[in-house]
């Protein structure tokens, strides 16, 4: 039979969409069952009104997720205490799209472009944080455009970085440039200063919006501070 950790380890690589960071770690999966070939997972949100589709997105990923794991012939994933919860409940269990739950509030049937605007942004926050550690280290803007991927030492910085470069298709191999636009293309050396500065001010967003969330989290479910998550 399938463990809990075997099930917390496929949802830890479920992440929010705005917030680029895993489920398991906003504390967002609440109940946590498991009986024979079947897995039933809660999920709960910071605030009622949070955007629906990032809410069906997280809902529908952790439902990949956890069908992925071998001896996992059913998973049910319930969102709880949303505005949208009895829809969201509901087209998954019909097996409908986001358009077919909610028809008319996106253009296509898979939220394929919504997946990449945040990857894109998730990209060019992780590309700051190796950058700016590449930076503690005596790294000038100058070297940085001269880089390779094979140049970066080891980090957990450059893991998540080369995790988002791959999730966009772009070239991960240790000759590749290692700063490059969100399209793949090597940032000159002129323009390296321009392009962190505004990769800070999304890296920034992205936190800023993550420590919001739990704050909102924690009041919202009493959750003290230090607190880790019981499912």
Do not use: W
């Given at each position: 039979m399938t463990?809990?950790?075997?099930?917390?380890?496929?949802?830890?690589?479920?992440?929010?969409?705005?917030?680029?960071?895993?489920?398991?770690?906003?504390?967002?999966v609440s109940e946590l069952r498991i009986e024979g070939d079947s897995v039933d997972v809660r999920l709960r949100l910071p605030t009622y009104f949070c955007a629906p589709n990032f809410a069906y997105l997280m809902v529908a990923d952790a439902r990949e997720a956890v069908l992925s794991l071998p001896?996992?012939?059913?998973?049910?994933?319930?969102?709880?205490?949303?505005?949208?919860?009895?829809?969201?409940?509901?087209?998954?269990?019909?097996?409908?799209?986001?358009?077919?739950?909610?028809?008319?509030?996106?253009?296509?049937?898979?939220?394929?472009?919504?997946?990449?605007?945040?990857?894109?942004?998730?990209?060019?926050?992780?590309?700051?944080?190796?950058?700016?550690?590449?930076?503690?280290?005596?790294?000038?803007?100058?070297?940085?455009?001269?880089?390779?991927?094979?140049?970066?030492?080891?980090?957990?910085?450059?893991?998540?970085?080369?995790?988002?470069?791959?999730?966009?298709?772009?070239?991960?191999?240790?000759?590749a440039p290692l700063i490059v636009d969100p399209d793949g293309n090597a940032v000159p050396e002129e323009a390296v200063v321009q392009h962190l500065r505004f990769a800070r001010t999304v890296r920034v967003s992205i936190e800023g919006n993550a420590s919001i969330c739990r704050g909102l989290l924690a009041t919202r479910y009493g959750i003290k501070e230090g607190e880790e998550a019981t499912v």
């Open positions: 463990s809990r950790a075997e099930v917390l380890d496929a949802l830890s690589g479920v992440r929010d969409p705005e917030l680029d960071e895993p489920i398991t770690e906003l504390d967002f001896g996992v012939l059913r998973a049910k994933v319930v969102l709880d205490d949303h505005y949208a919860s009895k829809e969201i409940n509901g087209g998954m269990d019909d097996g409908r799209s986001f358009e077919g739950t909610f028809p008319g509030e996106t253009a296509g049937d898979d939220l394929d472009e919504l997946r990449s605007v945040f990857r894109r942004k998730s990209f060019v926050s992780r590309q700051e944080q190796l950058c700016r550690r590449l930076r503690t280290d005596g790294r000038s803007p100058e070297e940085l455009a001269a880089m390779r991927l094979g140049d970066a030492p080891p980090s957990l910085e450059l893991d998540k970085y080369l995790e988002r470069r791959a999730e966009l298709g772009l070239d991960i191999s240790e000759g």
